[in-house]
Nanobody, 116 residues
Framework: QVQFEESGGGLVQPGGSLRLTCVAL??????LGWYRQAPGQPRELVAS???????YYTNAVSGRFTVSREPDKYMWYLQMNSLKPDAAATYYC????????????WGQGTQVTVSP
């Protein structure tokens, strides 16, 4: 059993930045994925990290987002720079599997709004 807690979302202008924080409680996590879901859209993976340096970014965020992990802690960050309106979504962290998110309970997520 793993619980995920996301924080750090908010309202930013286009081109602005936010840093999201994820904490996982309970069982260990091997690969942590950051996901987002915009209204009317499917949830999608935006970044993942295994350990501290095995990192993946989707093309939509590559070069603008950075994922990292606190050493020896189940705490991760998603630094979001140069935010565009299409980044507006609810962001979740969750254990990532090879074919998608692992079947665990999702957290409430943290909402990111990009607006002038």
């Amino acid at each position: 059993q793993v619980q995920f807690e996301e924080s750090g979302g908010g309202l930013v202008q286009p081109g602005g930045s936010l840093r999201l924080t994820c904490v996982a409680l309970g069982d260990p996590i091997a690969t942590l994925g950051w996901y987002r879901q915009a209204p009317g859209q499917p949830r999608e993976l935006v970044a993942s990290i295994a350990g501290t340096n095995n990192i993946y970014y989707t093309n939509a965020v590559s070069g603008r987002f950075t994922v990292s992990r606190e050493p020896d802690k189940y705490m991760w960050y998603l630094q979001m720079n140069s935010l565009k309106p299409d980044a507006a979504a609810t962001y979740y962290c969750h254990q990532a599997g090879s074919l998608g998110p692992v079947n665990d309970t999702w957290g409430q997520g943290t909402q990111v709004t990009v607006s002038p």
